[in-house]
């Protein structure tokens, strides 16, 4: 039933003009929607991130957005770097760090976060 629908992820941001500031500054988005009040709409490939503003922002302790990168993962994380974007570090079984990636079980994942604590993978 739901497998044929289109998703979008979801995120809670306590300040829309920060949120603004990371997701085109700084993650280099760009707004399909703003025409909402306390909500942008950023596309991101094929599909949509919706923003929105709430007092419960930032209170999810597990990733909620993740960004294929693909080959592209290690020039990416350079190119945020640059920007300011800081990258956790997790001990995570079976994974080691290599710089900012976790590597191990043919994955390679680094992890930051937004203004507000929201948790974003990187794959690739």
């Not at 990371?22 to 599909?47: C, N, S």
């Not at 592209?72 to 190119?79: F, G, K």
């Given at each position: ?66 960004w ?24 995570l ?32």
């Open positions: 039933m739901l497998g044929t629908y289109d998703v979008t992820p979801t995120l809670a941001v306590r300040d829309l003009a920060a949120a603004r500031a990371f997701y085109e500054g700084k993650l280099g988005l760009t707004v399909a929607d703003d025409g909402m009040d306390g909500a942008i709409v950023y596309k991101a490939g094929a599909t949509a991130l919706f923003v929105y503003v709430s007092e419960f922002a930032g209170t999810n302790q597990a990733t909620a957005v993740s294929a990168a693909g080959p592209a993962l290690v020039t990416t994380i350079a190119e945020l770097r640059a920007k300011g974007v800081a990258f956790e570090h997790y001990d079984p079976g994974l080691h760090l290599e710089g900012d990636i976790h590597v191990g079980g043919g994955m390679r994942l680094a992890w930051f976060k937004d203004p507000d604590g929201n948790i974003h993978a990187l794959s690739g």
